[in-house]
């Protein structure tokens, strides 16, 4: 069993110095020679704001930099929640600029995460809705925690917004059409035995033992001739990278008016101000 903060700690520095920027939300580490660990360190809830997922970003390209590093394990260091998804307050009547530029960094994230020459293992130790979806579906494997009471799935229509296509199409190419149908249009979230069931997590094992197991399948992915195995990710991962990459700023021009519709934002505001009840 590992203990990951102590973990993290002593061997933070075998992956070479990342931006203080970078530091600020994200822990990145090498407990092997072959595999790294992301840890998402944005409290209260590791929402992606566009510094967080500048920083997520620059992690990965800094773990990729490492040429005897091929695995990363991505965790969070808040043992209830992965991630809570994008950071709803840059949505709630934003400056055009900055809401342009913040879903900028997301489709960079997605690209660098979804594209990664890593194998990449997201351990899920609690809650994943949403853009917390997106960071686990990115990945090439995916544990989470048992506990009915944790959820994983897109919402987004409960939020009165809906995925962007290439989130749509990663949901599909994950769990399948008439599945993605259901999960998209009642923005349903799976808890970790109902994901298992639609192949949207590959496996379901104790709290305590989520990063071990992450970690044990990270180095088994390693192990893998990296010739190989990039060839066959890069097949089947890069014709939806390329459409994005094309359509980059058609998508942000749909987030943007999207996003900024009166009724958007009545919806994204009565969302924020029910969630922790205090807003
Ligand atoms: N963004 C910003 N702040 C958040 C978010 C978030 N995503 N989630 C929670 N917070 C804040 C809360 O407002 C609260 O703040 P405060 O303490 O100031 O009141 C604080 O974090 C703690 O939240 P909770 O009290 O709710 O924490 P819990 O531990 O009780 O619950 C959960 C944790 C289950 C993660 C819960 O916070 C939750 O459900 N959060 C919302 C998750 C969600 O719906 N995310 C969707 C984000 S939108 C997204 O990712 C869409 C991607 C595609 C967009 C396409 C648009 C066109």
């Given at each position: 069993m590992f203990a990951s903060r102590g973990l993290l700690r002593s061997s933070r520095r075998l992956v070479g110095g990342i931006s203080s920027a970078t530091r600020t939300y994200v822990n990145l580490s090498k407990p092997s020679t072959s595999v790294a660990v992301l840890e998402l360190d944005r409290?209260?809830?590791n929402s992606l704001s566009k510094e967080m997922a500048d920083a997520v970003s620059a992690a990965i390209k800094e773990a990729e930099?490492?040429?005897?590093?091929?695995a990363l394990v991505l965790k969070s260091s808040n043992p209830k929640i992965f991630s809570a998804g994008l950071d709803i307050t840059e949505m709630n009547n934003p400056e055009v600029e900055r809401l342009e530029d913040f879903w900028r960094s997301i489709q960079d994230l997605f690209l660098t995460l979804y594209g990664s020459r890593l194998s990449t293992v997201a351990a899920i130790e609690g809650h994943s809705p949403a853009g917390g979806c997106l960071l686990a579906m990115s990945c090439d494997y995916r544990v989470m925690t048992e506990g009915e009471n944790f959820k994983i799935g897109l919402n987004e229509t409960k939020l009165g917004i809906a995925a962007p296509y290439w989130l749509k199409d990663l949901f599909v190419k994950t769990i399948g059409n008439r599945e993605a149908e259901l999960g998209l249009g009642l923005g349903k979230l799976y808890s970790p035995s109902e994901a298992l069931s639609v192949n949207l997590i590959d496996e379901v094992v104790k709290n305590e033992d989520v990063l071990e197991v992450a970690m044990k399948e990270a180095e088994t992915w390693a192990k893998i001739p990296p010739k190989g195995r990039v060839a066959s990710k890069v097949m089947l991962r890069s014709e939806m990278m390329d459409e994005l990459r094309e359509k980059k700023e058609l998508d942000v021009g749909w987030f943007r008016d999207f996003i900024m519709e009166e009724g958007t934002q009545k919806g994204i505001d009565a969302y924020l101000k029910s969630l922790g009840g205090k807003k």
């Open positions: 409290a209260p809830v930099g490492d040429d005897k590093v091929q």
